[in-house]
């Protein structure tokens, strides 16, 4: 592929994403989602390190797009997880934070991006569990469309990638794995 073809489909990652962010905020702010306030609030410190650190690693401005909509949107659910959310912090949420500032101070004392993007990705799986918890406990808790689409945009994003690096690459396979595996327990048929 082109590298305006891995420009178009990190673009096209980006606005899908925003097109799968407004269902699930309308849906928060109907009362009908009540996302997760630890996973939101890790996931967004967490984005801010990984976005930096692949920028800094030398990811391409087209594989940047959708995580930095990440940033903003993130932030948003966050505000939002306050008054409409589940607001349970446990020790695991706390260790997902202390693990991404810890990948961010690393990268500060070595000089190494890719310290940093490598810890947050992992921070971020385990900030996810509280997500996946959260769905596999209470699914018609979630939107379904939202996360759906959020799926679509990860997958948009694979094509994105113009080097299969961990620096342009490993943060778009993560974040593809874990949107399939909150699909898989969203759309599970119910057991009820």
Known sequence: MSYLSHQFFGIAAGALSVAAFTPYLWAIIKGQTKPSAASWWTWFFISLITTSSSWYAGASWGVLVLPL??????????????????????????????GAVFGALLWWITGEPLVALAF????????????FRHVWKNPEQENRLGWTLGWASATLELFAVSRWSLAESGWAVYFFLNMTATLFLLWRPSKK
């Open 120 to 131: 947050s990705i992992v921070a971020d799986l385990f900030a996810s569990v509280p997500n």
């Open 69 to 98: 909509w990440l940033c903003f949107s993130y932030l948003l659910v966050a505000v939002l997880s306050i008054t409409r959310g589940d607001n349970n912090w446990d020790l695991l949420n706390k260790m997902c934070v202390a």
